[in-house]
Structure formats: C-alpha cells, structure tokens
C-alpha cells in the first residue's frame, strides 16, 4: 500500500500507464473530455500522453485566489499548466491507482482462495484508502484487519475507521484486528521495561474496546521473541517475556466463549458518524493530495469525535451510501467541489427523513454545489479577534431556522429541515489525538435519536435481522433496508436473499424508494406499484405483460436507470466479456446502471444478464439508487 514516505509517490512504469489508459477510457468518452476535467494547457491530443504527464510545481494562491500545477511530460519534456482548483489530473491518477490496486487485491485474493478455502483479510492502518473497499458482490476479499496500539480511545477509533472501509463495501465483511499491542513507540516500550500487558485488567479493558467499537477477532502481535525481529521490538511486544500474558488470554476467550453472541451479532456500541469526503493522510507532510493540490478544498482531519470529551467517532468515507444518521460534509474550494459535490446534490436533492447532513467550514466557490450555494453569501466576518475565527454570512430560505448569527444579527448557521449549516473556518479544533468539532453539540445536530429509521437498541437490531441472512454478504444492506421498511421477509423472520425476486416484486421495491404517487389500484397486490412504474417509463412492453414472472439482472438494471434517468450512457460494456448477450433494447440502461455504480459484474468477468435476479441482489441495487 501508500504509506508513510512514499504517498506522494507518482508511479510511472509502462505497465502502469497501461492500465491508467484503461482507468481514463472507462471514466471519459474521449479525451475531450479529459481536457475539459483537467483543464490543461496546451490541450492534450490522446489518453496514451496524458498518463505520462508527472507533476513538478505548484503555485501559491495570488489574490483572486487563482493556482496552477505545472506537469511534465516524461518522454517529451513538454510541460503543461493545470488549474489547481478545477482541473482533476492528480485526483484522478490518485483514484486511478487505488482502483488498480484494488482490482489487484481482489485478483489476489480469488488466486488464494483457488487453493485454500479461507476468507482473505488484508491488514490495514487506520486512514481511507479506496484499494481498501470491495465493491464486488461476490469474489475478492472478505475483510480488513486493523492496526491498532496504544490508550483504548485510540484504539477505538483506529477500530472505527477500518470499520468505516467495510461500511462501504458492497456486502458484509469481516473486522478484525491484525496487530495490537499497548504502544506503538517501540524504543518506549522497551524502555519501560513492561513488556506485552501490565495487568490482566489492562488486557480485558483493550480487548473489549475493541470489540465494542466492532471488531470480532483479535491477532495480537507478537507471541514470542522472534529471532528475525529480536532486540527491542521482539523483546517489548513478547507476550513469552511476560507469561502471565497467556493465562490471562485464556481467561479472556472464556469470557468471549460465554458472550458468543452479544459478540458476534452486536453492532458497534456508538451510533456511527461520517465525514465526507473523507481525507486520505498519515503522519508525514505532504500526504498524498498535498504533494501536488494545495489542499484548501477540504479541511485538514485526522482522529475526529462528534463532540469534546467521549462524543461518537467520527469517521471518514467517500461514499455518503453509509448507514449512518449524521454526515458531516466539508467542501470547501474545487477540486473536490467538482469531484464529490455532485453526489452530495443527488442526496440533497431527495434527502432521505434518517439521514442528517451537516455542512461545516467555508465555500469558496459559490455555484459548483447549487443545492449547498444557495444558503451561502461571498460575506465573511471575524467573530473572535483572540482565534482570528471567521465565519461566512448565510441567507436562509423561507423554511430555513438561524441557529447562529454575529454580533450583528448576521446568520453563519442555520437549519434546513435535516439540513444543518455551520459555517465557520474554525469548527474543527486543532489537537490531532483529541480533535472534535465545535458547535455542534450544543445546536443539537449530534442527538439524532429521533430520526426516522434510527438505530435503536442492540436487542432491536438483533430482533429486527432475519434467521437467514447471518453471514450473507448482502446482509448488512437488507437489515438496513428491512429497518427503514423498503424490503420486507417471506415469513418466519426469513428473507430468502437466493431466492428469484419477481418483477412485480422488484418494482414495488423500486417505487416505494423513488416516492411514486398516483397509480391505479385493483385486486392484485402490485397494480398500483405497477401501475405507478409504467407512468414513469420504467418497464418493457415484456415486464408490464408478465408481473409475475422472475426478473432478470439486464431487467432489473433497466428499472432502476429509468426510475434514475439515462444520463450516464458512457460505460463501456466490454468490461462484461458477455456483453454481446445484452438485449439490444436495454444496453443503453445497462451502461447507465453500470456506470451509477447501481450494479456491478461478476468475478469471473461476466454480467449474465439473462440470470434471474436474487432477492438479496435487488434489495442491494435499490438500496443503492438511495445516493446514487
């Protein structure tokens, strides 16, 4: 992976910009659209020179806030200026090599499954990485594991961000814990002369922690003196150095023996906060996006809670497809404007009763996000000399409610339904170890108890998941959906999520997401739906005829990109080596559906599109139309 030294790396092999050309044709239809993203001058003329562009110089932002990157092209030498708060060249190799990776995780994985019949689970260490998230429905890997050392409350949250990655992969995953140890300062450790754990009470208090924060294994590193480590690290992390150690291990797996199933089906212990988009950095300055943008589009985060003192973790995604009551947003500048503004519009645009979104810090380039834009002013003001804190003006609507205003009787923060906006350039305190966000807790916006569909109890949520989805990898999506009473059971608290799914079964879904009113009713239980979905255009001359038949996979992709609208018909479908069994009726929604990211391939490179859809596969794809 991309750690430490080497984030701001810039790989430039040719068999890497073979890949990277891949990437960009599956993003852009030509490279017209490449220049028009990444705003480069001179124009670039074809994909193979635009992945040989390395960047070499940033400017500093001159008083109309404006910059530019220098890139160079590596065979050529010529050089090309790029818009550093609109063009998307670094963001975009960024994505694209974590894409790559990633598709290389998933290949790796397969490869060792072929051999061994285990779930593979990567190591990770506590930031985002999109290499990280699967988004296969199945193949690839099964899980992450942290690294995680030190108080408990930091190993809590080290917890929580891994926890985050899986939050956004397709189906469940495992969580565990591939190396923990009580300090990650190994010349400190070994120092104190406290190898392994002090106490038996010290190890139960860590482990819990961990578990509570949702994690389901531990892998503690290591267990003896290795001689290939040896010296201070072998020495200070030993448990064989301590004996104790494992005595009071065993206690510890009784107890788990005992609590099996609070364990194994309890949710994490907190309600889960995001913030979006999430920001990709370590300890080492620059990090991977400051080494080429200048990174005033976003706020600087790392370990972040809700509120001072013991508030919920706040992690970090960038999807905003998160089960989660509260998402915090900040955007402040392009080019993340541009990059992520648009799904936050989709949200706001139809924002669901369960879901908060609180927009904190500056905008500074009013218009690229209209549904957030229209609350803000280019006014800022001062408000406390001593922090030099400034605050940007808001204009509320007709339905808006001021929570905040200056000295002045001017609002910088306001309510807008479940829309919340704090608009101060100060609201994230300073301490890394310790951060919080200011403000909110005393508006409010943390308590979301009260929302619609949210969480409640670990008995109701145990209560509310079906017999026969433990285990399932959609089985986090259908509990997410049975909660918010879009999809419901069989029977007998059983889903049957491999079981056909009808299209009239498949339409109900999808029009009790989109909100469809009207419809004709009859004596058949799906007329109105039916009925509704016809209105809007989303069935075949086929599916309208048979409700009662099974839907297929190219079906079922049609549905939902008419409910969403074709507007994304660039995907290109030779990426299914199937493709040509597509019915030439539905292949422009097909690419649509697919380039939405609403449905996905096959591991073994296939669509099928003649399958009959699962159950467990359409409540996924409706779950994500959501966000999309």
Same mark, same amino acid.
């Given at each position: 992976g991309f750690y430490n030294s080497n984030e701001s790396t810039r790989i430039a092999d040719a068999e890497f910009n073979i890949l990277f050309i891949e990437w960009l044709k599956k993003k852009y239809s030509n490279i017209q659209a490449v220049n028009d993203a990444w705003k480069t001058e001179p124009k670039l003329s074809s994909f193979e020179e635009a992945v040989k562009l390395i960047p070499v110089y940033t400017s500093q932002k001159d008083e109309e806030n404006n910059s530019y990157s220098i890139f160079v092209n590596d065979e050529t030498g010529r050089?090309?200026?790029?818009?550093?708060?609109?063009?998307?060249?670094?963001?975009?190799?960024?994505?694209?090599?974590?894409?790559?990776?990633?598709?290389?995780?998933?290949?790796?994985?397969?490869?060792?499954?072929?051999?061994?019949?285990?779930?593979? %689970?990567?190591?990770?260490?506590?930031?985002q990485r999109r290499y990280f998230v699967n988004k296969n429905e199945v193949g690839g890997f099964e899980g992450l594991g942290s690294e995680t050392y030190g108080a408990t409350g930091k190993m809590a949250r080290a917890t929580a961000m891994t926890g985050s990655l899986l939050d956004q992969m397709t189906r469940t995953g495992w969580q565990v814990i591939t190396e923990t140890n009580t300090e990650d300062n190994v010349m400190g450790k070994y120092e104190s002369g406290e190898w392994s754990y002090p106490s038996e009470e010290?190890?139960?208090?860590?482990?819990?922690?961990?578990?509570?924060?949702?994690?389901?294994?531990?892998?503690?590193?290591?267990?003896?003196?290795?001689?290939?480590?040896?010296?201070?690290?072998?020495?200070?992390?030993?448990w064989i150095s301590s004996p104790d150690t494992i005595t009071w291990a065993g206690h510890f797996n009784e107890m788990l023996e005992?609590?099996?199933?609070?364990?194994?089906?309890?949710?994490?212990?907190?309600?889960?906060?995001?913030?979006?988009?999430?920001?990709?950095?370590?300890?080492?300055?620059?990090?991977?996006?400051?080494?080429?943008?200048?990174?005033?589009?976003?706020?600087?985060?790392?370990?972040?809670?809700?509120?001072?003192?013991?508030?919920?973790?706040?992690?970090?995604?960038?999807?905003?497809? %998160?089960?989660?009551?509260?998402?915090?947003?900040?955007?402040?500048?392009?080019?993340?404007?541009?990059?992520?503004?648009?799904?936050?519009?989709?949200?706001?645009?139809?924002?669901?009763?369960?879901?908060?979104?609180?927009?904190?810090?500056?905008?500074?380039?009013?218009?690229?996000?209209?549904?957030?834009?229209?609350?803000?002013t280019n006014e800022k003001a001062v408000i406390d000399e001593s922090t030099g804190e400034s605050v940007q003006i808001l204009k509320p609507t007709a339905t808006s409610e001021v929570l905040m205003s200056t000295a002045d009787g001017k609002p910088w923060a306001l309510k807008d339904g479940?829309?919340?906006?704090?608009?101060?350039?100060?609201?994230?305190?300073?301490?890394?170890?310790?951060?919080?966000?200011?403000? %909110?807790? @005393?508006?409010?916006?943390?308590?979301?108890?009260?929302?619609?569909?949210?969480?409640?109890?670990? @008995?109701?949520?145990?209560?509310?998941?079906?017999?026969?989805?433990?285990?399932?990898?959609? @089985?986090?999506?259908?509990?997410?959906?049975?909660?918010?009473?879009?999809?419901?059971?069989?029977?007998?608290?059983?889903?049957?999520? @491999?079981?056909?799914?009808? %299209?009239?079964?498949?339409?109900?879904?999808?029009t009790r997401v989109m909100g469809y009113t009207?419809? !004709?009713?009859?004596?058949?239980?799906?007329?109105?739906?039916?009925?509704?979905?016809?209105?809007?255009?989303?069935?075949?001359?086929?599916?309208?005829?048979?409700?009662?038949?099974?839907? !297929?996979?190219?079906?079922?992709?049609?549905?939902?990109?008419?409910?969403?609208?074709?507007?994304?018909?660039?995907?290109?479908?030779?990426?299914?080596?199937?493709?040509?069994?597509?019915?030439?009726?539905?292949?422009?929604e097909v690419k649509a559906a697919s380039g939405m990211k609403l449905v996905y391939g096959m591991t073994d490179g296939t669509f099928r599109p003649k399958d009959n859809a699962t159950r467990a596969q359409a409540v996924v794809i409706v779950k994500r139309m959501l966000t999309a």
């Open positions: 050089a090309y200026t790029v818009d550093t708060h609109s063009g998307s060249a670094w963001n975009d190799y960024l994505n694209a090599r974590d894409d790559i990776f990633l598709e290389f995780n998933n290949k790796s994985a397969d490869s060792l499954k072929a051999h061994v019949d285990v779930p593979v %689970v990567y190591k990770h260490c506590s930031v010290d190890m139960f208090e860590r482990f819990t922690g961990m578990l509570d924060a949702g994690t389901k294994g531990i892998y503690d590193f290591l267990l003896q003196d290795r001689p290939d480590i040896g010296g201070a690290l072998g020495k200070a992390y030993s005992e609590n099996i199933g609070k364990y194994a089906y309890e949710r994490a212990s907190e309600d889960k906060f995001y913030f979006y988009p999430a920001h990709t950095n370590w300890w080492f300055n620059p990090t991977e996006r400051t080494a080429v943008q200048l990174g005033d589009d976003m706020m600087r985060i790392a370990f972040l809670r809700a509120n001072e003192g013991k508030g919920n973790h706040v992690s970090q995604t960038d999807s905003l497809d %998160v089960d989660s009551r509260l998402i915090f947003v900040n955007i402040q500048d392009g080019p993340y404007s541009n990059i992520y503004g648009p799904a936050l519009s989709k949200l706001l645009q139809n924002q669901p009763a369960y879901k908060r979104i609180c927009i904190i810090g500056h905008r500074n380039d009013l218009g690229t996000i209209p549904e957030v834009d229209k609350y803000y479940e829309l919340y906006i704090v608009a101060s350039d100060k609201i994230i305190n300073e301490s890394e170890t310790a951060g919080y966000i200011r403000y %909110v807790d @005393e508006l409010g916006i943390t308590d979301v108890k009260s929302l619609k569909g949210a969480k409640g109890t670990t @008995e109701q949520a145990q209560a509310s998941g079906f017999d026969d989805i433990k285990g399932h990898w959609a @089985e986090s999506d259908i509990n997410y959906m049975k909660e918010r009473g879009i999809a419901s059971g069989v029977g007998d608290n059983k889903f049957a999520p @491999e079981s056909n799914i009808s %299209v009239a079964e498949f339409i109900a879904l999808v009207g419809g !004709t009713d009859d004596d058949m239980w799906y007329a109105k739906a039916m009925s509704q979905a016809e209105e809007n255009g989303l069935l075949t001359e086929d599916m309208k005829n048979n409700p009662e038949r099974n839907i !297929t996979r190219e079906e079922m992709a049609y549905a939902a990109a008419k409910a969403l609208g074709t507007d994304n018909s660039d995907f290109d479908l030779s990426v299914y080596s199937d493709a040509g069994e597509i019915d030439e009726s539905m292949i422009s």
